[in-house]
């Protein structure tokens, strides 16, 4: 059996990694991602593009931008897309190598534009920002830019020069010509926030000003920050971590037309070992998630959108059971003491408020209350939402057969049949 995902995001072939470009245009859903299509493994970065009117059901489009221009000449690095004069405006990392052994590099930041959603064309004025500000080393990248009142904002991902990470705030009337408005905020130190912060994103949610990054060269600490690089928020000043599973990176946002803020992520970690290489191709994006905000604290869950996927459902009373498919939604009450085990390959167990899953390695979580639990399940893949999405955990998880769902005392789940 295939690894392929069914009712996610993946590419044909080749290789996939950061969402880009998430956005609506003329009545479509617009995602694009960093891609490189010769190979399974990360190359020269590409954006390859899907689109979809339901954020379900995703069509391939040809890819929206190709590297090699002087300006890009190493990568079309990551980016963000906005509507302006009924164009859609791609604006994207330029990355040129300087040497043959990739050690150093500079970066700057570029603009594409498309009639149609579908074929771009670069800035012949290229790059629109050359070079990063003063007190930033060569790590400047990810802009993610969006409309406020009559001006356009951009919030991109950098290094300070003592080493620690930080973003950086611009403006712009036309997407060409940018003021730089100075830092807008950075790492307490190294060990504790990291050495650069990558794919920011900037909103408010509920009137609370939310900094979503992906920080890399956070130290473990504990039962925290387990991953090779980590995701997650400040609102205040404390950073908390977003998803506590083993695969979820630079998650990105965008604002729905229905008002929704809307996130999707890359469902993988740097240095995985990526079984799928031998079908052909590596990497996916999660499903989408409908961010809210609760007590300043992050909830995430499926798009409503995830009904038109449902087909047979039905409640199971539940020890060991052989799962109708390896498209399935589960859905079931928690409490202490509850173990969950899929085929042997992944486990979670609540003990004491605090949730821990195994998946080769731990990672661990906590929650306030027992209430409820959702998984998602697709043929390689493993999402989890806890009370109402208070505690996320995202795993790929290869099933090469239909799973089979234990509990370690009979429970009541219901078991929904997905479609692709």
Not at 172 to 183: C, K, M, P, Q, T
Not at 350 to 362: A, L, S
């Amino acid at each position: 059996m295939t690894y392929r995902l069914k009712y996610h995001v993946c590419p044909e072939h080749g290789w996939i990694n950061d969402p880009n470009g998430f956005s609506y245009f003329r009545g479509y859903y617009h995602l694009f991602y960093q891609y490189y299509p010769d190979e399974p493994v990360w190359g020269p970065m590409h954006w390859g593009h899907v689109r979809s009117k339901d954020l379900v059901h995703w069509e391939n489009l040809p890819i929206a931008l190709i590297p090699g221009d002087k300006e890009d000449l190493d990568g079309c690095f990551s980016g963000s897309a906005v509507e302006y004069n009924n164009r859609l405006y791609l604006i994207y990392t330029g990355n040129i190598y300087d040497d043959p052994e990739h050690t150093t590099f500079h970066q700057n930041v570029n603009i594409a534009w498309s009639e149609d959603g579908i074929h771009f064309h670069k800035y012949e004025g290229n790059p629109v920002i050359s070079e990063p500000p003063e007190d930033n080393t060569y790590h400047f990248r990810d802009p993610k830019v969006w409309r406020e009142d009559d001006h356009f904002k951009m919030i991109i991902g950098g290094q300070k020069e003592d080493g620690r990470g930080h973003v950086l705030i611009y403006q712009s009337d036309d997407l060409i010509n940018w003021d730089y408005l100075g830092e807008y905020g950075h790492a307490s130190t190294i060990d504790h926030e990291g050495k650069m912060w990558e794919c920011p994103d900037l909103f408010r949610l509920n009137g609370v000003n939310v900094l979503l990054m992906s920080p890399q060269g956070i130290k473990e600490d504990g039962e925290k920050y387990r991953n090779y690089h980590q995701t997650g928020y400040k609102i205040k000043d404390t950073f908390i971590e977003l998803d506590h599973g083993h695969d979820f990176y630079a998650a990105t946002t965008m604002l729905a037309p229905d008002g929704r803020r809307i996130l999707m992520a890359w469902m993988d970690m740097w240095h995985s070992e990526f079984p799928e290489k031998e079908e052909g191709w590596s990497g996916a994006m999660t499903f989408p998630r409908e961010l809210t905000i609760h007590d300043n604290h992050l909830y995430m869950m499926p798009v409503e959108e995830l009904a038109l996927l449902r087909c047979e459902s039905k409640k199971v009373e539940v020890t060991d059971y052989l799962l109708p498919s390896r498209q399935v939604e589960i859905d079931l009450d928690i409490y202490d003491g509850v173990s969950l085990n899929l085929s042997n390959l992944y486990t979670l167990t609540v003990n004491n408020h605090k949730v821990t899953v195994m998946n080769q390695t731990e990672r661990v979580g906590t929650i306030k209350e027992y209430q409820s639990m959702k998984l998602l399940i697709d043929s390689s893949s493993v999402e989890v939402f806890i009370n109402g999405g208070e505690l996320v955990f995202t795993d790929r998880v290869y099933f090469k057969d239909t799973p089979v769902l234990s509990l370690n005392k009979k429970m009541t789940c219901r078991i929904t049949t997905l479609s692709e």
